[in-house]
């Protein structure tokens, strides 16, 4: 019998028995460093503490950046994802953990080069292949115990005349298929799931070390009024969470910064569990806070991003946190997120440690919990 039909197997089973079981799964993204691509020191401590404390989880899901990659030499990037898998192999070899172990799709990192699409595909083929067909692979849905989860990516390559390689170019910061989306949400809330979460690489409402790109993608320099180009990048971030709300989603689980951060925006959270292994960022500057200089994870100071706040709306001036909800709460640490998922809540348990002053690639200490929430 086939590992996705046995899958199937296991999906029916835990529609027709959601009401009565729990589960467990763990999420986190961005373990790319110096070691053949990988920050092996830290992702060797974070998969160390998921197996020992989240060994009974059902998959790892995992929302990009799992290595540098190359701009130059695909074939490097590739022994990059077999160095990540290699560490990752506790997960892969969990006898508790159900197929495929990880469920992941592409971060900006692992689309550089026009080849690196394709042989993402081939060392990670244990998808469901019901995405777009431009995305398969990519993209893609599937229900676990009355739970649906999407896959979107957010990075893409962009293809010109496939004979000439001049027009090739990266198709980045943005979800380009929301009737696909939309249609796959719907078809879900027509099955009755209980709760819905969606992955991508980059964060809706960014929190730190890319509020001028991420699925906002304002651009370096930000003057106002926007340009046509910039306020087309913020109407398909606006209607993708428009898209969340409508089909009331619960959680959108991301990564892309390099920090922990958690905010619930108009009904729907975001969770970026965004560095198990990458260079820790700062978050967005406060206002009266001394930045006469940037350092490494500084991304900008607060003066010149006023103008950005403005446009995402953000609380920013005295006394506010520069972000998009006054309710956000944030680590700068490394670490990973689990979830509890029941009939009638989820809890979210995010694991942390703090980086080794002055060195935002090296974790001080072990993990510890940083933040519990529930989700009702």
Not at 8 to 16: E, N, Q
Not at 122 to 129: G, I, N, Q, S, T
Not at 149 to 177: A, L, M, Q
Request: proline share 5%; net charge negative; aromatic share 14%.
């Amino acid at each position: 019998m086939s590992r996705i039909l046995i899958f199937m197997l296991v999906l029916a089973l835990g529609f027709y028995t959601s009401n009565a079981q729990n589960f467990k799964f763990v999420a986190m993204s961005d373990t790319r460093g110096s070691d053949l691509g990988v920050n092996s020191s830290v992702l060797t401590k974070v998969v160390e503490h998921i197996m020992k404390n989240y060994g009974d989880s059902k998959f790892l899901l995992f929302p990009g950046d799992l290595v540098d990659g190359s701009k130059t030499d695909p074939d490097y990037t590739v022994r990059q994802l077999l160095k990540w898998k290699e560490i990752m192999k506790p997960v892969y070899d969990s006898p508790g953990f159900i197929w495929p172990k990880i469920w992941l799709t592409v971060g900006n990192h692992e689309v550089q080069h026009r080849d690196d699409e394709a042989n993402f595909r081939k060392m990670f083929p244990d998808v469901f292949m019901n995405g777009p067909q431009d995305e398969i692979g990519l993209t893609y849905s599937f229900d676990y115990e009355n739970v649906h989860f999407v896959f979107v990516t957010s990075d893409r390559w962009y293809y010109g005349d496939p004979e000439v390689t001049t027009d090739d170019r990266r198709d980045w910061h943005y979800i380009k298929h929301l009737d696909w989306l939309k249609n796959d949400l719907a078809a879900a809330r027509e099955r009755n799931v209980r709760w819905i979460f969606i992955q991508s690489h980059e964060p809706a409402f960014p929190i730190g070390g890319h509020l001028k790109d991420a699925l906002p993608n304002l651009g370096k320099d930000l003057k106002l009024p926007l340009d046509s180009t910039r306020q087309w990048y913020l109407n398909q971030r606006d209607e993708f969470w428009n898209i969340l709300k409508q089909y009331k989603v619960t959680a959108y689980i991301c990564g892309h910064e390099h920090i922990y951060g958690r905010q619930e925006v108009e009904g729907v959270y975001q969770i970026v569990s965004g560095s198990a292994g990458a260079p820790l960022y700062y978050f967005n500057p406060k206002y009266g806070e001394k930045r006469d200089s940037l350092i490494s994870g500084m991304e900008i100071k607060y003066e010149d991003a006023i103008p950005y706040f403005e446009t995402l709306k953000y609380f920013h001036g005295p006394g506010e946190n520069s972000q998009k909800s006054r309710e956000f709460v944030g680590y700068r640490a490394f670490g990973y997120s689990a979830l509890i998922v029941s009939r009638d809540k989820v809890v979210v348990k995010s694991y942390g440690a703090p980086p080794v002053p002055g060195k935002n690639s090296v974790m001080d200490g072990g993990l510890k919990l940083i933040d519990e929430f529930e989700i009702e």
